[in-house]
Structures are given as structure tokens and as C-alpha cells.
């Protein structure tokens, strides 16, 4: 499925109202019967799609970087951390 650039935007607005009330632990905790095991792999999931899509629309080669591994420290004690 394609996005608008319209559609783009509003989901990128609702990410940044919804994803920020989520501890950290909250947003890589798994969850069962989910697309994908989090809602960070999720949400990268759905970026990588839409990338894949822009780079087929252009005829650009895509590269996609590698996920980022949790932190240590705070996040993968369950601590919470202000996200801005």
C-alpha cells in the first residue's frame, strides 16, 4: 500500500502523539500477536516498506541501515527517560 504525502504526514503525527507517551521498555516490550514482536519494529517495519516503495517509484537503488540494537543503562532496566 502506498501513502499519500498527505497520508505521510498525518502518520507521522499520530507516531509523535501516541509513541511518545511509551516508556522505553514499553516500546521494545513484546507483543504477542502483534505484526511485528514491538512497536519499534513495527514502526521501522512500516518505514522500510514506504522507503522500499519510494526507492521503486524513483528507480533508485534503497539502502536500508540496520536496526538499532537496545541500549544498555536505563532503557534496559525498565528505568523511564524523558523521549523529545
Known amino acids: 500500500?502506498?501513502?499519500?504525502?498527505?497520508?505521510?504526514?498525518?502518520?507521522?503525527?499520530?507516531?509523535?502523539?501516541?509513541?511518545?507517551?511509551?516508556?522505553?521498555?514499553?516500546?521494545?516490550?513484546?507483543?504477542?500477536g502483534f505484526g511485528q514482536p514491538s512497536v519499534r519494529d513495527q514502526l521501522a517495519h512500516i518505514l522500510e516498506t514506504c522507503s522500499a516503495d519510494r526507492a521503486r517509484l524513483q528507480r533508485c537503488r534503497l539502502v536500508i541501515p540496520s536496526r538499532p540494537q537496545p541500549r544498555s543503562g536505563a532503557a534496559s532496566r525498565g528505568e523511564e527517560s524523558a523521549v523529545h
Do not use: Y
Request: aromatic share 10%; no cysteine; hydrophobic share 40%.
Open 1 to 32: 500500500m502506498l501513502f499519500t504525502k498527505e497520508g505521510v504526514s498525518a502518520l507521522h503525527a499520530w507516531t509523535h502523539k501516541h509513541v511518545h507517551v511509551l516508556t522505553p521498555s514499553q516500546f521494545t516490550q513484546p507483543i504477542p
